[in-house]
């Protein structure tokens, strides 16, 4: 998947039926526009209340999926998109970025500032954590392929931030925020990276069936594609449950697939 936190992510949608059977429906946000400038509350802001007044959307989308905790070109400021959902009542799920660094202390401090700041205003809204993003694609076979100069990381540095970041909030007001991570489902198949599945509470699954360009991926098929992908993940996860992270069809840009 060619996906970036400037582009196709920021449109992609997610929806999750978490363990207590309660399903969230949201947007993911990076913490850059498309120009690559810092979002502030205010375009948070616009986001969350775009999203939650989408008229004939299947549902309510009141969740935002973050990539970091860290306001864009800050060292470890929290992200002023809690703020935004402070206000709007948006649900988070949380992300922290764990390609190219050995430490996750910014993304920690972060988080724990913005905790500081609104306290249980903040962690009631936090459905989620995912220690990381597509990292194990990056480093797979078809991410290097799709991106030679990708940076991600193995199975061996996201289950190593997993336990630091468990141990760091263990007495936290989101201790008992099940952490996961989010991949594309080819890495969650790829038995080399099991250590990821067995470090977390839940599995977080992209799927772009228009990026299965070696297969019929004509928008009439893409259902078909969806629901493979999906099953392949689901027999891979153990019993543990898996949360669509991303998903979605680009409608205009370079990308636009000759079939469509
Ligand atoms: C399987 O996962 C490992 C570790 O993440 C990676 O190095 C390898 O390239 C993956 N295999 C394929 C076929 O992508």
Do not use: C
């Not at 306001?71 to 935004?84: H, K, L, M, N, R």
């Not at 220690?131 to 193995?154: C, F, M, Q, W």
């Amino acid at each position: 998947m060619r996906v970036s936190t400037t582009s196709v992510l920021t449109a992609g949608a997610f929806a999750t039926l978490a363990s207590a059977g309660e399903n969230y429906l949201g947007f993911n946000s990076g913490a850059t526009k498309t120009d690559n400038s810092a979002k502030f509350k205010a375009d948070f802001l616009a986001e969350f209340n775009t999203a939650q007044n989408l008229k004939g959307a299947p549902g309510k989308f009141d969740a935002v999926r973050l990539y970091t905790n860290i306001q864009a070109y800050s060292t470890s400021d929290p992200i002023q998109a809690f703020d935004a959902a402070v206000e709007t009542k948006t649900k988070i799920l949380l992300g922290l970025w764990t390609s190219g660094t050995d430490s996750i202390d910014n993304e920690m401090a972060a988080l724990k500032s913005g905790l500081q700041k609104f306290g249980k205003d903040l962690s009631d809204l936090i459905i989620g954590v995912s220690i990381g993003s597509e990292d194990l694609y990056r480093v797979s076979v078809t991410g290097l392929k799709n991106d030679p100069t990708g940076v991600g990381a193995g199975p061996d540095v996201i289950t190593k931030f997993i336990k630091e970041f468990k141990s760091e909030f263990a007495d936290s007001d989101i201790a008992s925020v099940p952490i996961g991570h989010v991949d594309t489902w080819d890495a969650w198949t790829n038995g080399t990276n099991k250590a990821v599945i067995d470090a977390v509470d839940w599995i977080g699954v992209d799927e772009y069936p228009y990026y299965e360009d070696g297969k019929d991926n004509t928008i009439k098929n893409s259902g078909t594609l969806f629901d493979a992908a999906y099953d392949a993940t689901i027999a891979a996860a153990g019993g543990k449950p898996v949360w669509v992270t991303e998903t979605g069809y680009p409608y205009t840009g370079s990308w636009l697939p000759p079939s469509l």
